[in-house]
Each structure stands twice: as C-alpha cells, then as structure tokens.
C-alpha cells in the first residue's frame, strides 16, 4: 500500500472527487497558486485550473455564503477555511443558512457543501488562529461534524463528507499534517457517524478526538507497562455521533476517560460524558474523567502554549486516576 502523510490523504480525497465529478470545486482564500495557508492544495491549480481551484476574497461570510448558493444550485462545493478561528466570521451563512434550509423547505432543497478548517497548538500561531470550536457546530441541528486523526481516516471520511447531502463543517488539526501511515490504494469511504477502535483494552477507555487519539495513544502505551489495559476510541464522527461505538466500549471496561484539545468548559467531552452518564452509569466503576485545555485565551510563547494544552501525561494521569492511581 502507498504511504501517505495527512495533508496529502486530503489533496487525495479532493482531488480524485473532482477527477470524477465536474460539480466538484473547490473555493477559499490562496488556495490556488500558495496552495493554501498549509499546502492542502499545491499543484491542483495546474491540473484544475481557477474556476475549480477558485481563489476568493479575504472575506469569510462571503466565501460561505457563495458556498452555500453554488451547493443549492447542484454543486459540491468544498469551501476551505484559512484557520478555524475564522469560521466565527461565517458563522451566519454556516449555522443560519446552509444547515437550515433542508428541513426549511421540507427536503425540496440540499446543501452539500463541505466546509474544511484546520486549526489548534503547536506551532504558536497565538489566541486568534489556535482554538478548537468543535463543540459549537455540534450544537447546530443540521449540521454533520467531522475530526479526523489519521490520514487513512482524514481521506475516507472527506470523501463521505463531500458526497453527502448535507452541509459538513470538517476539523484537520494543523500538526497531523506531516502524520504518514499505509493507506489503500483505492479510496475507501467511511460513513460518517462510525466510531473506530485504535487500540482494543480492558480498564479503561479512553475517547479522544484529533491530536489527542495520538496523546491517548503514547499514555495508553505506557500504562500497560505498569499493567493497566487502555482502549482507545475516536469518534471520528462528532455528527452524528457513534453512541452505541461509546457505550459497548465503556461497557467493557467499566471506566471511562474524555479527551480533546479544545477547552474542558462546554467542550466536546462534556457531551460525551454525558451519553456515556445515561447510558452506561450502571457500568461505571469510576468517574468519568474529562481531560482538555485550561479555560483561557491561547498563548502565543511556546512554553505557556504547552502549559495550556493537554498532552499524553495529562491523559495519562486521568487514567491513573480512574484506577485509583492517582491523586
């Protein structure tokens, strides 16, 4: 099988989508001859051409919007978003237009536009290019959230996503872009609201999104060395969400850990703790342990950065916890 790093498991999925489909475009700012703010889409300009690789104004709510009529329209539009933090600006055509108007004209109309962002730490990109909003897009019927954490995963599901008919606001983490691993040659898609298994363990489970399934990862590999069984589970899906993926899992191993980089506070995990807390509280042998970034503004100095965001110690600690290790 072909290696591939993450951001090139993306140009794939893009790529090959718009080889077959002539409705296919996609539209953002220096996404043409830079190639985007991450190189996602360096030299499909040459092959495409600018009405499919379709440079746009400085302007989110505008490149949302334009977006959202091209997907009412027949097209598949996949608008990319410079840094997550700027989907704050095209919030209104995201969760007013394009998630509203399916159920509004009573299945009449679809939005199949994909709005793909990237964003979180790592390479100090400051307070207004570094947050993790997942939590909010969730909260928007209408809506279908996607983080992927691997390249295999990132292309499969990005091609579900831009075929799907329903608008899909996909979160890439900036420092998973290098990330390579065998995938097949072929495309194979992923449905979306599938859970996947990384590790299979028996203590503890650990769910965890983006980044952090790598975090949860490295702390699972080193709690089996002081003999306790972790399985990690990434939702991959935030919506619609794998419950019954979650539950099984916690289930088994009667403990439960919540992982993301995003804020504790209103985070994705809180959500998670709580079907985990419906569902499966007759199972529980432990609190459920939720494990985020602290609640402030991120930090521009790498070393107050690493402070603020949570790493495999972190996860580490919340598993020890869970067995009654920790403090």
Known sequence: MPELSYREAVRDALTQAM????????????????????????????????????????????????????????MRPVAEIMYEDFLTIATEQIVNQAAKHRYMSGGQLTVPVVFRTQGGAGWSPGAQHAQQLESWFVHIPGLKVVFASTPEDVRGLLWSSIYDDNPVVFFEHRTLYGLKEEVPEEIEPIPLGRARVHREGEDVTVI????????????????????????????????????????????????????????????FGAEVAAVIQYQAFDWLDAPIERVGARFCPMPFAPVMEEWVVPHANDVLEAVYRTVGRGN
């Open 208 to 267: 965890a999104t983006g980044r952090l399934v790598h975090e949860a990862l490295a702390a699972a590999a080193e709690a089996e060395k002081e003999g306790v069984s972790v399985e990690v589970v990434d939702p991959r899906t935030l919506q619609p969400l794998d419950e019954n993926a979650l539950v099984s899992s916690v289930k088994k191993t009667n403990r439960c850990v919540v992982a993301h980089e995003a804020v504790v506070r209103g985070g």
């Open 19 to 74: 080889r077959r489909d002539d409705d296919v475009f996609v539209m953002g700012e220096d996404i043409a001859e830079m190639g985007g703010s991450m190189g996602v889409t360096q030299g499909m300009l040459a092959e495409f051409g600018p009405e499919r690789i379709r440079n746009t104004p400085i302007s989110e709510i505008a490149l949302a919007g334009a977006a959202v009529g091209a997907a009412m329209q027949g």
